[in-house]
């Protein structure tokens, strides 16, 4: 393989960690994480869910670049401490969300490892730390509508 076609998959390849904490038990916490197709009521980033079946569905996502990231996830575990996903698209790869009981609420540990596909991929090789800050303002997104949703307060959210 040639030496440039390896710094390419280095330079799409991504890897994320986050971690939260919510004053709400795990079963309430991995309920509403269940309920994809709610996501766009509390978390501001995602824009729109849709059904494709049982285990899989769309996911459009955009942060702060006017770029709408189209996913399709497929569920790989929804075991009561593990959520995991199976993503393709743009990007391909994984997420996972951890969850345990902490001081009465729930710690979430977020895990994604994705390698980024056609446009996306050769984006990275100019704006990853862009990219990175995107994602980081999208988590920053999660933590205050969980937050919110978990309180309650379903309302229309901006983003």
């Not at 991504?14 to 994480?33: I, K, N, Q």
């Amino acid at each position: 393989m040639p030496q440039g076609m390896i710094v390419g998959m280095v330079l799409s390849r991504y890897r994320f960690t986050h971690s939260c904490e919510v004053s709400a038990s795990p079963e309430r916490v991995h309920a509403l994480l269940l309920d994809l197709e709610r996501y766009p009521s509390w978390w501001p980033q995602v824009r729109a869910v849709a059904s494709l079946g049982p285990d899989t569905a769309l996911v459009v996502c955009r942060s702060v670049l006017p770029y709408d990231l189209e996913l399709v996830l497929d569920a790989v575990s929804r075991a009561p401490t593990e959520l995991e996903v199976r993503i393709s698209g743009p990007i391909d790869g994984l997420a996972r969300w951890s969850l345990c009981a902490h001081q009465g609420g729930t710690r979430l540990e977020y895990f994604q490892e994705v390698v980024a596909r056609g446009a996306l991929a050769w984006a990275s090789y100019v704006i990853k730390p862009m990219l990175r800050w995107n994602h980081a303002v999208m988590m920053r997104g999660f933590d205050a509508g969980i937050a919110s949703a978990l309180a309650g307060d379903t309302g229309p959210r901006t983003g």
